[in-house]
Each structure stands twice: as structure tokens, then as C-alpha cells.
Antibody, heavy 118, light 107 residues
Framework: EVQLVESGGGLIQPGGSLRLSCAASGFTVSYNFMTWVRQAPGTGLEWVSVIYSGGSTYYADSVKGRFIMSRDNSKNTLYLQMNSLRAEDTAVYYC????????????WGQGTLVTVSS | DLQMTQSPSSLSASVGDRVTLTCRASQGIRNYLAWYQQKPGKVPKLLIYGASTLQSGVPSRFSGSGSGTEFTLTVSSLQPEDVATYYCQNYNSAPLTFGGGTKVEIK
């Protein structure tokens, strides 16, 4: 069954960098698109980035130029490199897969909390 | 950029009521629309993809319809466990924008 497990969150000072990971099992991350989604406390869901099967990446305007999404096919793992972090980047970050990708199991990971504060 | 607008932002209905939530896209997204349910403190759960395909294990009282720019999520008979916030998401092309959500409560 599909599982998505995020890691790498924590407390970081403004201007700092952090790399999130999303380890997948039960399916192949490169076969469908994968996304990062975040949710600041008490707010709705905000799409952050997507990587398509061909490797193309796209970003929300709020993170463009600061965040980089990538994947390691050999490890079946996604990454989100977050640079120049701001207080407004504070959120729970989820990795999520293409909703039509099938295979049952998780469509979203459990999330990892990123807190940007001095 | 593509905008997804959900209405209403919140609603209160009685157990057993038929409830309809709406999601509008600012440009056509064919049927690449997903609906998610998020209960407080929980991870979002996929309910519907392809605008109308019910995810395995989701109760049949949930249904989705629409194509292009107008979509609906209907709960045919609202149950207490359906209290949650519901989000639609475009996945036709980037940006894979979410709607602002509809919070559903029991009257």
C-alpha cells in the first residue's frame, strides 16, 4: 500500500534554509506528478510546487525563486529545498500525489511542521 | 493565474439534509478537479477525482459533478461525521490551486 512520509521540518531563523524530504513506498514517484502543499495555522490549503513525470517543476508565486523541488528516483523520494525563509512560510508542509494515480493507500503524507522564527 | 472559488465559505445543515458545495475555476480545467475533506487536526482526505470519480472507500452519499469551470460536491444525506472543511483543487495544469474551502457544520 502507498505510504508517504515527510521529514525535515523544524524551527529555523528567518533567512535560513531547510530541506524537506518525502519518502514514498508502494508506488513510483516518477510515474505521476507529485506536489508540495502547505497549511499555515488556522488557514486553508496552499499549493506550493509540483514536479511532473518528465521532471518539469512549477512553483507558487509566493515561493518562486526561493524553493526548489526535486526528486531522487533511485530513492523514490521527493525533496523541497527552502531558502531565504520568512515568517510567512511557517506552516505544516505536506507532500501529495496525483489524485488520479490510483494504487490505494495514502494520497497525502502526515505533514511536517516548519516554524520560521527568531 | 487560475483562481478557484468555493461557495459558500461555510454552511450549517441538519443531519439527513442534502448539501451542495460549489467550486468555480477562472478558466476551463476540463474534468481535472479533486475534492478533499479535512477534519480538524487531520490530514486532508481525497474524496473525488476527475470531478466525479469517487475514491475507493468513500461513502456513496458523496458525489461530484461538473466540467470546465463549474463543479459541485453533493452530500446526499449529511451525517455527523461529515463535519469538516472541504477543498477543491485544480490539477489540469500549474498552478494547482486550491479553493478557499467550505466549512460544513451540523445545525
Amino acid at each position: 500500500e502507498v505510504q508517504l512520509v515527510e521529514s525535515g521540518g523544524g524551527l529555523i531563523q528567518p533567512g535560513g534554509s531547510l530541506r524537506l524530504s518525502c519518502a514514498a513506498s508502494g508506488f513510483t514517484v516518477s510515474y505521476n506528478f507529485m506536489t508540495w502543499v502547505r497549511q499555515a495555522p488556522g488557514t486553508g490549503l496552499e499549493w506550493v510546487s509540483v514536479i511532473y513525470s518528465g521532471g518539469s517543476t512549477y512553483y507558487a508565486d509566493s515561493v518562486k525563486g526561493r524553493f526548489i523541488m526535486s526528486r531522487d528516483n533511485s530513492k523514490n523520494t521527493l525533496y523541497l529545498q527552502m531558502n531565504s525563509l520568512r515568517a510567512e512560510d511557517t506552516a505544516v508542509y505536506y507532500c501529495a500525489r496525483d489524485p488520479s494515480s490510483g494504487a490505494g493507500g495514502d494520497y497525502w503524507g502526515q505533514g511536517t511542521l516548519v516554524t520560521v522564527s527568531s | 493565474d487560475l483562481q478557484m472559488t468555493q461557495s459558500p465559505s461555510s454552511l450549517s445543515a441538519s443531519v439527513g439534509d442534502r448539501v451542495t458545495l460549489t467550486c468555480r475555476a477562472s478558466q476551463g480545467i476540463r474534468n481535472y478537479l479533486a475534492w478533499y475533506q479535512q477534519k480538524p487536526g487531520k490530514v486532508p482526505k481525497l474524496l473525488i477525482y476527475g470531478a466525479s470519480t469517487l475514491q475507493s472507500g468513500v461513502p456513496s452519499r458523496f458525489s461530484g459533478s461538473g466540467s470546465g469551470t463549474e463543479f459541485t460536491l453533493t452530500v446526499s444525506s449529511l451525517q455527523p461525521e461529515d463535519v469538516a472543511t472541504y477543498y477543491c483543487q485544480n490539477y489540469n495544469s500549474a498552478p494547482l490551486t486550491f479553493g478557499g474551502g467550505t466549512k460544513v457544520e451540523i445545525k
